[in-house]
């Protein structure tokens, strides 16, 4: 029965699956309490207007977007920066700057679906709104190094760009917006060619054409001598001499925190997400070809939905793709060493007693399950042991004519007669 599959593109998260992506949850929000952010929730469904306004061809083609039956055209949100910069244009709006938000969830885009790449998957998102300064941009790099370290990953590296190099260039030869993000979006795809033409066509000069292409070739890890080229390949373009100054400040400030962050610079580097206006960068792994992270600056975007003018700059992480690398990296989850209790009634009659016992335990905060399928004690002891259940309260006639139960510990095998007020101090 096809109905009984999930939906193209969509997963179910079974325990083992649902308990590492909660895993780095926990590590994403301790992240951002390290980093200073505060956590906002969001709805998933937005006004498909607000996620269209700067979201680039390439995820506007993308959305889950529908009418609602009250006739509003809606969409599932495809990321979480369109309604975080809603919130700081609107309701916190007065709020003193610098404004550090976290949010963390499901987003939705009509990707082809292959590893790595689904329909409906989870981001850990940082923005850092108020702040037109490098310390800012060299902030979101560090906090993402930070979450790869937190979860165990090896051997991420950070590519950077700088959209305001290239865009510098192309404004400079009066090139219009929409032609600069078609341009964008095919640099995004490495569609060079297209690209180029795209620039001849409208008309740039021969010089601004050179400076292009010479840029999309100029990449590398000696990255303070990359973006020292940059500025020599973009003399006299005034914007994009100042972008390469910008993007030098960055790294400088990155290196002079001693992160021992791997980057290269890729002059020519693009992203698919039209509201960039200055650093851009992604965190891959080798093992795996796609992003596990990207991000950059926004300058404009908050402005565009009627607040007031904001520099800003974020970052969203694929949870899904960092639990595949931790996957292929045989990155182990830290241990939390569990107490966790069975109560078994050896007579169906001591259920309450049992009920009693269960709610003691779990109100001293231990992990306790019930025996809820009436079975024999070597059956139920068992199954707790397939479980990996430390310990057993067993309640027998005998012992509970004494007020007592027994306490069974699981892994050594051994077990002794405690009365009842004194089970908690047992468990350990
Ligand atoms: P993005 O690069 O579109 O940026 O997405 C961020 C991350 O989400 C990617 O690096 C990748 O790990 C993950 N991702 C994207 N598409 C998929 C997919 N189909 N399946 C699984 N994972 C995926 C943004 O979303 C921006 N909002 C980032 C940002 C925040 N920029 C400034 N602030």
């Given at each position: 029965?096809?109905?009984?599959?999930?939906?193209?593109?969509?997963?179910?998260?079974l325990?083992?699956?649902?308990?590492?992506?909660?895993?780095?949850?926990?590590?994403?929000?301790r992240?951002?309490e390290?980093?200073?952010?505060q956590?906002?929730?969001?709805?998933?469904?937005?006004s498909?207007?607000?996620?269209?306004?700067?979201?680039?061809?390439?995820?506007?083609?993308?959305?889950?977007?529908?009418?609602?039956?009250?006739?509003?055209?809606?969409?599932?949100r495809?990321?979480f920066?369109a309604?975080?910069?809603?919130?700081?244009?609107t309701?916190?709006?007065n709020?003193p700057?610098?404004?550090?938000?976290f949010?963390?969830?499901?987003?939705?885009?009509?990707?082809?679906?292959?590893?790595g790449?689904?329909?409906e998957?989870?981001?850990?998102?940082?923005?850092?709104?108020?702040?037109k300064?490098?310390e800012?941009d060299?902030?979101?790099?560090?906090?993402?190094?930070?979450?790869?370290?937190?979860v165990?990953?090896?051997?991420c590296?950070?590519?950077i760009?700088?959209?305001?190099?290239l865009?510098g260039?192309?404004?400079?030869e009066?090139?219009?917006?929409?032609?600069?993000?078609?341009?964008?979006?095919?640099?995004?795809?490495?569609?060079?060619?297209?690209?180029?033409?795209?620039?001849?066509?409208?008309?740039?000069?021969?010089?601004?054409?050179?400076?292009?292409?010479?840029?999309?070739?100029?990449?590398?890890?000696g990255?303070?001598?990359?973006?020292?080229?940059?500025?020599?390949?973009?003399?006299?373009?005034?914007?994009?001499?100042?972008?390469?100054?910008n993007?030098?400040?960055?790294?400088?400030?990155?290196?002079?925190?001693?992160?021992k962050i791997?980057?290269?610079v890729?002059?020519?580097?693009?992203?698919?997400?039209?509201?960039?206006?200055?650093?851009?960068?992604?965190?891959?792994?080798p093992?795996i070809?796609?992003?596990?992270?990207?991000?950059?600056?926004?300058?404009?975007?908050?402005?565009?939905?009627?607040?007031?003018?904001?520099?800003?700059?974020?970052?969203?992480?694929?949870?899904?793709?960092?639990?595949?690398?931790?996957?292929?990296q045989?990155?182990?989850?830290?241990?939390k060493?569990e107490?966790?209790?069975?109560?078994?009634p050896?007579k169906?009659?001591?259920?309450?007693?049992?009920?009693?016992?269960s709610?003691?335990?779990?109100?001293?905060?231990?992990?306790?399950?019930?025996?809820?399928?009436?079975?024999?004690?070597?059956k139920a002891?068992?199954?707790?042991?397939?479980?990996?259940?430390?310990?057993?309260?067993?309640?027998?006639?005998?012992e509970?004519?004494?007020?007592?139960?027994?306490?069974?510990?699981?892994?050594?095998?051994?077990?002794k007669?405690v009365?009842?007020?004194?089970v908690?101090?047992?468990?350990?």
């Open positions: 029965m096809s109905q009984l599959k999930t939906v193209r593109g969509m997963r179910d998260f325990p083992e699956e649902a308990k590492r992506m909660k895993y780095i949850e926990a590590k994403a929000r992240v951002a390290l980093y200073g952010y956590e906002i929730i969001t709805p998933v469904v937005e498909y207007e607000l996620l269209a306004a700067k979201a680039g061809e390439e995820i506007r083609s993308r959305m889950f977007a529908f009418r609602d039956l009250g006739d509003r055209m809606v969409a599932l495809p990321e920066t309604s975080v910069a809603r919130i700081v244009a309701a916190l709006k709020e700057k610098p404004l550090r938000l949010s963390v969830g499901s987003v939705y885009r009509y990707d082809e679906p292959q590893k790449r689904y329909r998957f989870w981001q850990s998102n940082y923005e850092l709104m108020g702040s300064k490098p800012a060299a902030e979101i790099i560090m906090l993402t190094n930070s979450l790869m370290k937190s165990g990953l090896r051997n590296t950070f590519k760009g700088h959209v305001g190099v865009r260039v192309m404004t400079e009066n090139l219009y917006e929409d032609t600069q993000n078609a341009v964008m979006q095919l640099m995004d795809k490495k569609q060079y060619d297209e690209a180029f033409k795209l620039v001849k066509d409208a008309k740039a000069k021969e010089k601004c054409v050179k400076t292009l292409k010479k840029l999309a070739e100029l990449k590398g890890g990255v303070f001598e990359i973006a020292e080229r940059i500025k020599e390949y973009v003399k006299g373009y005034e914007k994009a001499e100042a972008a390469a100054e993007l030098y400040e960055i790294l400088k400030l990155i290196s002079e925190s001693k992160s791997a980057a290269v890729d002059a020519g580097f693009a992203r698919g997400l039209e509201y960039y206006t200055g650093m851009i960068f992604e965190v891959t792994v093992e070809d796609i992003a596990l992270g990207g991000g950059g600056r926004y300058d404009r975007l908050i402005e565009l939905f009627g607040g007031e003018p904001t520099p800003a700059v974020g970052v969203a992480h694929g949870i899904d793709r960092i639990m595949l690398a931790m996957q292929t045989k990155t182990p989850l830290e241990k060493e107490r966790r209790v069975v109560v078994i050896t169906n009659e001591f259920i309450g007693r049992a009920m009693e016992i709610r003691m335990l779990r109100d001293a905060d231990i992990p306790t399950e019930v025996e809820v399928m009436g079975r024999k004690i070597a002891l068992e199954d707790a042991d397939r479980r990996r259940i430390k310990y057993a309260v067993i309640i027998g006639e005998k509970l004519k004494e007020g007592s139960v027994v306490v069974r510990d699981l892994t050594k095998r051994e077990q007669t009365e009842i007020e004194k908690i101090e047992e468990i350990v």
